[in-house]
């Protein structure tokens, strides 16, 4: 009798374990992708203060396309198919290493690296603290003081922590995008509901981007976006700059 009791407590417990993962899963990948979150993603812009300098994005229409070719394009399409394989193959200490190192060496110029660079390794600081996992320590104690992707490593800490990859890419995209919307509004200047516009209109562009992103294989990867690229280098060299990147 005691047996049997014990077999349906544990089931009980694993049903009831079951569901919480789920609502902490979503909990966590909130927390993670939200503003609030400090990974510094604030003082980004991607290269988009340069083309707001320049005279070439003036609308919210304009942002939008900006915020697309980063996505579906640019270094964001980089991080998006590299979020993927991080993702799966995190239970594989040497082949995550991999890809983590090459997100890490994935970007066009030095302000996009130290962007991604940042936000990784504040990511890990954070997340470690936080949201404690053996599987981020042993990463930081293999990596020690190199360069962190913050894709690769926000993708380690989704799979350590059940959250599943679909809605953890659609995450890191919105994430993304919001960043970069953010720093359209406030350098156009937009109004606030001119942003929401902007990022309604993403949408579907991100649920293209994210179901392509999950079939492609690391060597079809590449950009095709040398317009934000020279954004990025010119932005090194403005006489006044709002953002780091």
Same mark, same amino acid.
């Given at each position: 009798m005691g047996t049997i009791m014990a077999t349906i407590t544990i089931m009980t417990m694993r049903t009831g374990i079951?569901?919480?993962?789920a609502d902490a899963a979503l909990h966590r990948l909130l927390a993670w992708t939200s503003p609030s979150y400090p990974v510094g993603g604030f003082?980004?812009?991607h290269g988009l203060e340069t083309m707001v300098e320049q005279g070439r994005v003036r609308t919210a229409g304009d942002v939008a396309a900006y915020v697309e070719a980063v996505l579906a394009r640019g270094g964001g399409w980089i991080d998006a198919v590299l979020f993927v394989?991080?993702?799966?193959?995190?239970?594989?200490?040497?082949?995550?290493?991999?890809i983590a190192e090459? &997100? =890490?060496?994935?970007?066009?110029?030095?302000e996009t690296a130290? *962007?991604?660079r940042q936000q990784g390794s504040s990511f890990l600081t954070v997340t470690r603290k936080a949201w404690p996992h053996p599987a981020l320590d042993a990463f930081a104690a293999r990596h020690a003081d190199r360069p962190i992707a913050h894709c690769a490593i926000m993708?380690?800490?989704?799979?350590?922590?059940?959250?599943?990859?679909?809605p953890a890419l659609h995450g890191w995209l919105h994430a993304a995008a919001a960043n970069l919307v953010s720093a359209g509004v406030r350098l156009v200047p937009l109004g606030q509901t001119d942003g929401q516009h902007a990022l309604a209109a993403l949408a579907a562009a991100m649920e293209a981007i994210a179901a392509r992103a999950l079939v492609t294989p690391l060597e079809d990867l590449g950009? &095709? =976006?040398?317009?934000?690229?020279?954004?990025?280098?010119?932005? *090194?060299?403005?006489?006044?700059?709002?953002?780091?990147s």
């Open positions: 079951t569901a919480m993962l003082t980004y812009s394989h991080a993702w799966r193959t995190a239970g594989n200490e040497a082949a995550f290493d991999e090459l &997100a =890490a060496a994935f970007r066009g110029s030095s130290l *962007e991604s993708a380690l800490a989704c799979a350590a922590h059940a959250v599943p990859l679909v950009t &095709a =976006a040398p317009e934000l690229e020279l954004a990025s280098l010119a932005h *090194e060299t403005l006489y006044t700059r709002l953002f780091r």
